[in-house]
T-cell receptor, first 116, second 114 residues
Framework: DTEVTQTPKHLVMGMTNKKSLKCEQH?????MYWYKQKAKKPPELMFV???????INESVPSRFSPECPNSSLLNLHLHALQPEDSALYLC???????????????FGPGTRLTVT | AQSVTQPDIHITVSEGASLELRCNYS??????LFWYVQSPGQGLQLLLK??????LVQGIKGFEAEFKRSQSSFNLRKPSVHWSDAAEYFC????????????FGAGTTVTVRA
C-alpha cells in the first residue's frame, strides 16, 4: 500500500482564521514533506521532516507552522494567511534518506486551499 | 546546483499514437531521476524511477524511460496513448543520498485527441 492521505480535500479560510491541514501515511516512511503547488506550476518544497525532526525549511513564512506529532502524521498549521497563499498543498513521504533501498516520494491527493 | 528542463510545455497526441516527453537535467554527477504524472486536481503519482543500472526503465501504465548520460536526458515514452493519459507530467531529479530535495521540471501538459 503506497497511500498518503490528506484532509480536508478543500478548505476555504479568511485571512484572520486559524486552520490545520493533516497528512497521514502508514508505510513506515520516516521522511515527510509539505509542498505548495500553484496552478500550472510544479510543486515547491516547503518543509521536510526526517525521523520526526524538521530537517529542511525552505524559508517559508511563519504563518505556516509544520508539526510532526509521530512518524505517521504531519500537520500544517495555518494562521493569518494571505490570498496569494491560495494553492494546492501536497504532502509526501519517503523512506528515510538513511535507507538506501528506496528514495522515491509518494504524494497525497492534496488539500485545495482558498484564502478569502 | 541541479536543474531540470522540460522543453515541451504542451503536447497534443492522438489516441493510439506514440508519446515521447523530453527531460534534460543539469547536475555534476548522475542524479536520481523520476517521472511523475498529475491528473487535474490530484496529487502526483510516481510513474518510474532511475537510480542506476539498466538505462531503460519500465514503469506503470505502460510507460518507459531511457537514461542517456551523454545527453543528460531522461525521456519518457509510451507506445500507444490512451485518453486517460491526458495529464500533467513532471520530470524530477534528486542528488544521490539526498533526494529529499527534489528539483522538478516545469511540466508538460499532454492532451489526447480522439
Amino acid at each position: 500500500d503506497t497511500e498518503v492521505t490528506q484532509t480536508p480535500k478543500h478548505l476555504v479560510m479568511g485571512m484572520t482564521n486559524k486552520k490545520s491541514l493533516k497528512c497521514e501515511q502508514h508505510m513506515g516512511h520516516r521522511a515527510m514533506y509539505w509542498y505548495k503547488q500553484k496552478a500550472k506550476k510544479p510543486p515547491e518544497l516547503m518543509f521536510v521532516y526526517s525521523y520526526e525532526k524538521l530537517s529542511i525549511n525552505e524559508s517559508v513564512p511563519s504563518r505556516f507552522s509544520p508539526e510532526c506529532p509521530n512518524s505517521s502524521l504531519l500537520n500544517l498549521h495555518l494562521h493569518a494567511l494571505q490570498p496569494e497563499d491560495s494553492a494546492l498543498y501536497l504532502c509526501a513521504s519517503s523512506q528515510s534518506p538513511k535507507d538506501r533501498t528506496s528514495y522515491e516520494q509518494y504524494f497525497g491527493p492534496g488539500t485545495r486551499l482558498t484564502v478569502t | 546546483a541541479q536543474s531540470v528542463t522540460q522543453p515541451d510545455i504542451h503536447i497534443t497526441v492522438s489516441e493510439g499514437a506514440s508519446l515521447e516527453l523530453r527531460c534534460n537535467y543539469s547536475y555534476g554527477a548522475t542524479p536520481y531521476l523520476f517521472w511523475y504524472v498529475q491528473s487535474p486536481g490530484q496529487g502526483l503519482q510516481l510513474l518510474l524511477k532511475y537510480f542506476s543500472g539498466d538505462t531503460l526503465v519500465q514503469g506503470i501504465k505502460g510507460f518507459e524511460a531511457e537514461f542517456k548520460r551523454s545527453q543528460s536526458s531522461f525521456n519518457l515514452r509510451k507506445p500507444s496513448v490512451h485518453w486517460s493519459d491526458a495529464a500533467e507530467y513532471f520530470c524530477a531529479v534528486g542528488p544521490p543520498l539526498r533526494v529529499n530535495k527534489l528539483s522538478f521540471g516545469a511540466g508538460t501538459t499532454v492532451t489526447v485527441r480522439a
